[in-house]
């Protein structure tokens, strides 16, 4: 079993550096800063306590995993790696720089990988001498919980590192679906219109973020409502990513960011971390009820529901993944109670297409275009899993 290195020891890099070592892998983890290091450490030694105390796993394999990760902030040490997964800043040039120091000293058979969620995997093996062996490989946060990884090979790429990428991945026990080097690979792109036609619908005062998120999760049957979410992400994260999103996509209006969710920013209301987004968190502070009002209700969930539909299927027809994967993503990745795809197979594609077609005529706006794909099974009356 090959030996895993993991640079950057924040937030990801410590979650990764888990799941490898929690699947036997001896691992390097890799950081300039010593505090980053430490405070891996020590909330690795909580988490195996906490999962120690609930029975999820003995004494013996909790000190196991915690002594095949070294850490320290020498390049040297990667030197006997099979794979190195970066997940520093999410900075091109710091990326690019972490890129060249490593193929100075790995093995021409190991394969480098960025856990970027919004940065082109491509320009990044452009960096390298050997830009065949750099792959994306995209972990969510929690890493040792979230099931989905996304595989994300460059032009550049070669198969066998891409395979290779998936079977140690899946050895992992996580589920891998692979995705087209492109802006927000599946789950970021496709998820955008959960927060944004949320955020729309607020904003014409259809319904107040309690009722939205309520009809969501009645209605739609999703875990968490879009503004509930947005606080337990941060709104600064979550604004982020749409902005980067939209300008990665040439300013394609379907992205565009709220005003709404950037004065949140702004303000400082990032959400639960600042105890302020759009709910309060304070100690006693109230937040407004629901309106549950099921007509309402179900209009909500309707008009967010076919604009995810038509980002899966433009996903689909453009060749960012597989429908099966693209199902999965959503399902896996950020816990949607079906696949969009099936999701639209079980309403009918023809009333999928009928309801944001309504919304087009209604606003001419060219967020509420229909994804040809759509129009076109619409029209044979196909199903996207026959
Ligand atoms: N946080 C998330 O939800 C999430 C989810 C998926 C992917 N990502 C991606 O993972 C990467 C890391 O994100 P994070 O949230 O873990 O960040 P983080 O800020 O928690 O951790 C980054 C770590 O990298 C270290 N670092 C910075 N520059 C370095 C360098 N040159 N060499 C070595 N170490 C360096 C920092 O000291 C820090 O410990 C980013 O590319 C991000 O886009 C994040």
């Known amino acids: 079993m090959k030996k895993i290195g993991i640079v950057g020891a924040g937030t990801m890099g410590s979650g990764i550096a888990q799941v490898a070592a929690q699947h036997g892998h001896e691992v390097y983890l890799f950081d300039t800063k010593e505090a980053a290091l430490e405070k891996a450490k020590a909330s690795l030694a909580k988490i195996m306590a906490r999962l120690v105390e609930k029975g999820k796993i003995s004494e013996e394999q909790s000190k196991a995993t915690q002594s095949r990760i070294k850490r320290g902030s020498d390049y040297v040490q990667f030197n006997n790696c099979g794979l190195v997964i970066e997940a520093i800043v999410e900075n091109l040039e710091v990326k690019k720089s972490v890129f060249n120091s490593l193929e100075n000293v790995v093995s021409n058979d190991c394969v480098l990988a960025s856990n970027t969620s919004s940065l082109s995997i491509a320009s990044i093996a452009g960096s390298c001498s050997h830009p065949e062996r750099v792959v994306g490989i995209h972990f969510f946060n929690p890493a040792p919980l979230m099931p989905l990884v996304e595989i994300v090979p460059a032009v550049q790429t070669s198969d066998s590192v891409l395979k290779n990428a998936q079977t140690i991945i ?44 309520w009809a969501m999760k009645e209605i739609g049957g999703f875990r968490m409502g879009p503004f509930e979410l947005m606080d337990y992400i941060g709104n ?15 300013y394609d209006p379907r992205y565009k960011p709220s005003f709404t969710q950037k004065r949140m920013m702004e303000a400082g209301y990032l959400g639960r971390k600042t105890g302020r987004g759009y709910y309060n968190y304070s100690e006693g502070a109230t937040n407004p009820e629901p309106d549950k009002n099921e007509v309402v209700g179900e209009a909500i969930v309707w008009r967010i529901l076919i604009m995810l539909i038509n980002e899966a299927a433009d996903a689909l027809h453009l060749n960012i993944a597989s429908a099966k994967d693209i199902d999965l993503a959503m399902t896996k990745g950020v816990n949607y109670p079906k696949g969009l795809l099936a999701w639209a197979d079980e309403k009918g594609i023809q009333n999928v297409l009928d309801g944001l077609d309504k919304l087009y005529v209604a606003y001419h706006e060219e967020r509420y275009r229909a994804s040809v794909l759509l129009r076109q099974k619409a029209a044979y009356s196909k199903r996207f899993f026959e």
């Open 170 to 213: 899946d050895s992992w026990k996580k589920v891998t679906v692979i995705a087209k080097d492109t802006p927000g690979f599946i789950v970021n792109r496709v998820a955008r219109p959960f927060y944004g036609e949320a955020i729309r619908i607020y904003e014409e005062g259809i319904a107040d973020m309690a009722t939205i998120d």
């Open 236 to 250: 600064d994260i979550n604004y982020t990513v749409t902005e980067t999103v939209w300008k990665a996509f040439y």
